[in-house]
């Protein structure tokens, strides 16, 4: 017996098996297409795109990491971008360059995250005081944050911003897109916050286990409410970089991205329960999708056989993922680091 050696299995975590999948897909999508799938002008066009919903997962992961969900995400990021965009087309002149432009697309920064995290706190609140189950709670304030910017806009698109909108969605920084840095720079924020701080300690301890959350006393309250503030601000973010790609800001953007979060979400590894769910693996989750996205547009794939192709790795990884032996088979599961 002594000789016997447990034998580690390399696919035993969501993270190893989700990077497989991402190869396999990167491998098929590049024999299938290798002419336009492997081009420098795909991969660019690729970091441009995905940055804008790969943040909302962001925003995604943290509040299922407690056990809940924000289906607002996308009313969030369009109401904080049509804040802006109408603060800038009120007050700023379409041709101001310089200082004095940069000071102004700073202020509609700011009061566009402000605006998120406004919304996040109504959300945190709904969930946290008035014990609203979030998956309702947010549906419902989604559409309300969507209404509001309907009313601030009529439904129309807003347009004619000073030139230096369209730099953070469109330009590069030594080479790199800036939209790729910005996920980037906030996936490392969000992976240190939830591994190296008492903050996302005890976002975890809530998610695996509300009832040890309490007996520790824990202000549920108040974590809740921050989980949500902060998702809130990464929405708003997205809406930002959603807005400047577009060079317009409407109520109705990014209403697939919605989908997209979620499923991200999930492929991930973060346990819809709460407690468990790495960074990492919202980054594979995040290319596989566009890799098979953007070499199923290559292949000239319906969206309804594209839509049947996500709901089967979907259902799939799930699969996977629940069994006990790899960690998801109890409701509440105590989790792992995160």
Same mark, same amino acid.
């Given at each position: 017996?002594? #000789?016997?050696?447990?034998?580690? #299995? /390399? /696919?035993?975590?969501?993270?190893?098996?989700? &990077? =497989?999948?991402?190869?396999?897909?990167?491998?098929?999508?590049?024999?299938?297409?290798?002419?336009?799938?492997?081009?420098? &002008? #795909?991969?660019?066009?690729?970091?441009?795109?995905?940055?804008?919903?790969?943040? /909302?997962?962001?925003?995604?992961? @943290?509040?299922?990491?407690?056990? $809940?969900?924000?289906?607002?995400?996308v009313g969030t990021s369009n109401l904080s971008a049509v804040f802006a965009a109408t603060l800038l087309t009120q007050f700023v002149d379409p041709s101001l360059t310089g200082g004095d432009m940069f000071m102004w697309l700073g202020i509609a920064v700011v009061a566009a995250i402000c605006v998120g995290m406004l919304a996040g706190l109504f959300n945190g609140i709904l969930v946290a005081i008035f014990g609203l189950p979030p998956?309702?709670?947010?549906?419902?304030? $989604?559409?309300?944050?969507?209404?509001?910017?309907?009313? =601030?806009?009529?439904?129309?698109?807003?347009?004619?911003?000073? @030139?230096?909108?369209?730099?953070?969605?469109?330009?590069?920084?030594?080479?790199?897109?800036?939209?790729?840095?910005?996920?980037?720079?906030?996936?490392?924020?969000?992976?240190?916050?939830?591994?190296?701080?008492?903050?996302?300690?005890?976002?975890?301890?809530?998610?695996?286990?509300?009832?040890?959350?309490?007996f520790a006393a824990l202000d549920i309250d108040k974590l809740l409410i921050k989980v949500y503030v902060l998702s809130g601000a990464l929405s708003a973010i997205a809406g930002l970089l959603i807005m400047s790609r577009a060079n317009s800001a409407k109520a109705d953007y990014g209403s697939s991205y /919605? =989908?997209?979060? @979620?499923?991200?979400?999930? =492929? $991930?590894?973060? #346990?819809p329960y709460g407690g468990y769910g790495k960074i990492i693996g919202v980054v594979l989750a995040v290319l596989s999708m566009q890799f098979l996205s953007s070499g199923l547009n290559m292949l000239q794939v319906s969206n309804f056989a594209r839509e049947l192709i996500w709901g089967v790795l979907l259902i799939f990884v799930m699969i996977v993922n629940t069994q006990k032996s790899f960690g998801f088979g109890a409701k509440k599961k105590s989790s792992a680091t995160t």
């Open positions: 017996m002594s #000789n016997l050696k447990p034998k580690s #299995n /390399l /696919l035993a975590s969501p993270e190893a098996r989700l &990077a =497989l999948i991402a190869i396999v897909v990167f491998v098929v999508m590049s024999i299938l297409s290798p002419g336009r799938f492997l081009s420098v &002008a #795909n991969a660019t066009s690729m970091a441009f795109q995905f940055p804008e919903f790969a943040i /909302l997962a962001l925003a995604m992961t @943290v509040t299922m990491l407690t056990g $809940g969900i924000d289906l607002s995400v998956i309702l709670a947010t549906l419902g304030s $989604g559409l309300v944050f969507t209404g509001l910017a309907v009313a =601030l806009t009529g439904g129309s698109a807003v347009m004619g911003f000073p @030139v230096g909108v369209a730099w953070l969605g469109n330009e590069r920084l030594f080479g790199i897109p800036i939209p790729l840095i910005l996920f980037v720079i906030l996936a490392l924020i969000i992976s240190f916050v939830l591994t190296r701080t008492s903050f996302g300690f005890k976002i975890r301890m809530y998610g695996a286990n509300p009832l040890a959350a309490e /919605l =989908l997209l979060a @979620v499923l991200i979400a999930v =492929l $991930g590894g973060v #346990n």
